[in-house]
T-cell receptor
Framework: QKEVEQDPGPLSVPEGAIVSLNCTYS??????FMWYRQYSRKGPELLMY????GNKEDGRFTAQVDKSSKYISLFIRDSQPSDSATYLC????????????FGTGTRLTVIP | GAVVSQHPSWVICKSGTSVKIECRSL??????MFWYRQFPKQSLMLMAT?????????EQGVEKDKFLINHASLTLSTLTVTSAHPEDSSFYIC????????????FGQGTRLTVV
């Protein structure tokens, strides 16, 4: 079993829709959770970072962590064509841990 | 956020030649950097951890003699693909962890390597 599971999609939604992206994980020791956005042929860029359980909101993006279920989500409100990208979740046990564990990424297309 | 710059963004080389990719942390010092490889429609695969002033740590299955990593300063790590072959064609990405001990990683722009 992989440490982090993520549905690769692809996921297509109309412009303005609410998008829900999810990851599950098996290591209950993970405490730090991140979402990255990667445009085609570019390096990933950090979108959101949360610690432990709870919600975090930044503009149209909301990250949720449910440690009891080992499940994290990223919600995108009022989705835009510019949101079309691959979204990767990542997590680590320690803040200073050397490595992050990544999901496979979900490819999202927002149709105008 | 911190800035990591990777160069070149794309390179085409002949089979049998070597290619060097640079990864620089522009506004912070990175004692540790990471090199990933990414195939189309797949996630990041960690190749090695680059440690300033010491030998890199390679993941299982990654040939250390083929993928030479040098981390000579606190702001620069290089990955050299030696005797490149077409199967080495891929997207290579470096990253560095956030300073101040935070868990986020910041990524370079990636390098598209095509070996012909």
């Amino acid at each position: 079993q992989k440490e982090v599971e993520q549905d690769p999609g692809p996921l297509s939604v109309p412009e303005g829709a609410i998008v829900s992206l999810n990851c599950t994980y098996s290591n209950s020791a993970f405490q730090y959770f991140m979402w990255y956005r990667q445009y085609s042929r570019k390096g990933p860029e950090l979108l959101m970072y949360t610690y432990s359980s709870g919600n975090k909101e930044d503009g149209r993006f909301t990250a949720q962590v449910d440690k009891s279920s080992k499940y994290i989500s990223l919600f995108i409100r009022d989705s835009q064509p510019s949101d079309s990208a691959t979204y990767l979740c990542a997590m680590s046990v320690y803040a200073g841990a050397n490595n992050l564990f990544f999901g496979t990424g979900t490819r999202l297309t927002v149709i105008p | 956020g911190a800035v990591v710059s990777q160069h070149p963004s794309w390179v085409i080389c002949k089979s049998g030649t070597s290619v060097k990719i640079e990864c620089r942390s522009l506004d912070f010092q990175a004692t540790t950097m990471f090199w990933y490889r990414q195939f189309p429609k797949q996630s990041l695969m960690l190749m090695a951890t680059s440690n300033e002033g010491s030998k890199a740590t390679y993941e299982q299955g990654v040939e250390k003699d083929k993928f030479l990593i040098n981390h000579a300063s606190l702001t620069l790590s290089t990955l050299t693909v030696t005797s490149a072959h077409p199967e080495d064609s891929s997207f290579y990405i470096c990253s560095a962890r956030s300073p101040q001990g935070k868990p986020e990683a910041f990524f370079g722009q990636g390098t598209r390597l095509t070996v012909v």
